[in-house]
């Protein structure tokens, strides 16, 4: 199957380059030509499938034809080596809990599927040229990318973070790793982090001495896979009995989650809408209310991986939709949340159900709380664990926050990073001397 970019002034790309491209030429982003639809049968019996069949199901459906059955597979499983379980909070709303991974964020799945990808490329082209992954983190997206690539032949990954802007329990996910993972302080914030590594990517001479790719969730090997568990959480509710009417609310920030779940839908899944929550940083509940996209600077909240003025995959919901947002609208509808009320959310179902949310899915909770309907099933997405932000919960809770034993490996290893001046000169000169060295 062929990529084409969101942008049309690209050519059409194969998986491999549009997985070791990441951005299409023409600055769009990529899109399978087809989306394919399940068949029935697949729907009559996912309830007796487990994650991995389904997964496999629907990684065939997008890469069968670029890669054998049995190496697709392999890729499936051993990206998830973890569950994504539905929980009931209370009522008719469910928790799609996705923070069971290395990082305890949702990133993992996509981070690891798309690390055991590219690897496969490489490995298939004969393993030669090294590929260098560059990643600009405010905390999230680094720990999930590194961990998912930690190890994998052939792949080198530069983290890129502000320096004293990232929680310590985010730093040492991605600083304590060594092996093909190394970190830079960068003495600035995320946007300076972003522009270093743009900058590289421009960069013609650089890109002569490496091959240098990005894990952000403009990469298809990074978006597509998170439509497994959209399948996978039907699966258990229809096992539950509960399958009509599902909703789902998808804490929102780059947008690449809701689209996967947009991508999940036209292959079949039989879902009634979609809710997109969104912070302070309301650009596309904006859009819904007016039918203008209007970007922005981002503005700082407790909920800080939502905090996105202009989601990159936005390009990828105008493309499936026409551009028409009259189309847009009947299918997703929008909410906002201040620190505030992510708070008193946070609080409150603590307090009534029992229940531990982070802030990112307590917009997620919030969504369905709102907006939902009796005859409905609600299911938020709980993009990461609470322990992730450990002080904003335990100050809204007034009580500690159980920290996961995955979490407290991470602690006792040593920080190491390499600490650079915000300059793209000195960037450049440290990329320079690395590819020497290889
Ligand atoms: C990245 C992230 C989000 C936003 O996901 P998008 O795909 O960018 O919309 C939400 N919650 C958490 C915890 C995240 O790490």
Redesign the pocket.
């Known amino acids: 199957m062929k990529y084409y970019s969101t942008n049309r002034q690209a050519p059409l790309a194969s998986l491999a380059d549009a997985v070791k491209k990441g951005l299409a030429p023409d600055k769009g982003l990529y899109m399978p030509e087809r989306i394919m639809r399940l068949p029935e049968t697949f729907f009559e019996n996912i309830a007796d499938m487990d994650f991995h069949e389904t997964a496999a199901a629907v990684a065939e459906a997008f890469f069968g034809d670029d890669i054998p059955q049995a190496d697709l597979k392999k890729i499936v499983c051993d990206t998830l080596s973890f569950d994504t379980p539905v929980v009931n909070v209370h009522d008719n709303i469910w928790s799609l809990e996705l923070f069971h991974g290395p990082t305890l964020?949702?990133?993992d799945v996509g981070g690891r599927f798309m690390a055991r990808m590219l690897s496969y490329f490489i490995a298939r082209e004969g393993g030669k040229k090294k590929v260098t992954v560059l990643v600009a983190t405010s905390g999230?997206?680094g720990s999930a990318v590194a961990n998912g690539f930690l190890g994998v032949d052939g792949i080198d990954v530069i983290v890129l973070y502000p320096e004293g802007k990232v929680s310590e329990i985010q730093e040492k996910q991605f600083t304590t790793l060594g092996q093909n993972v190394t970190a830079l302080e960068i003495a600035g914030n995320f946007d300076d982090c972003q522009r270093l590594v743009k900058s590289a990517f421009m960069d013609e001479g650089l890109n002569g001495l490496l091959t240098l790719t990005s894990a952000n969730?403009i990469n298809v090997a990074r978006f597509l896979p998170q439509s497994f568990y959209y399948f996978h959480a039907y699966a258990q509710l229809k096992r539950a009995g509960k399958a009509d009417n599902v909703v789902f609310c998808?804490?929102?920030?780059?947008?690449?989650?809701?689209t996967a779940g947009l991508m999940a839908w036209r292959m079949g899944l039989p879902v009634k809408r979609f809710i997109a929550a969104n912070n302070r940083n309301d650009v596309f509940l904006e859009y819904l209310r007016t039918g203008m996209y209007r970007p922005r600077a981002s503005v700082q909240t407790i909920?800080n991986?939502?905090d996105?003025g202009d989601?990159s995959?936005f390009a990828r919901i105008m493309d499936l939709y026409g551009n028409s947002a009259d189309a847009v609208r009947k299918d997703i509808t929008g909410c906002r949340y201040t620190d505030e009320d992510i708070r008193n959310t946070i609080s409150e179902v603590f307090r009534k159900y029992g229940y531990v949310l982070?802030p990112?899915g307590a917009c997620g909770y919030q969504g369905l709380a709102d907006n939902i309907r009796p005859e409905e099933t609600g299911v938020f997405l709980e993009?990461?664990h609470p322990a992730k932000f450990k002080d904003t919960v335990e100050e809204t809770l007034g009580q500690a926050v159980e920290i996961p034993p995955k979490l407290q490996e991470f602690m006792k290893n040593e920080k190491k990073s390499v600490r650079m001046p915000n300059d793209f000169g000195s960037f450049r000169k440290y990329l320079e001397s690395r590819a020497e060295h290889a």
């Open positions: 964020a949702f990133k999230d997206t969730s998808v804490p929102s920030g780059n947008f690449g989650n809701i909920a991986a939502m996105v989601p995959n982070d990112h993009t990461a």
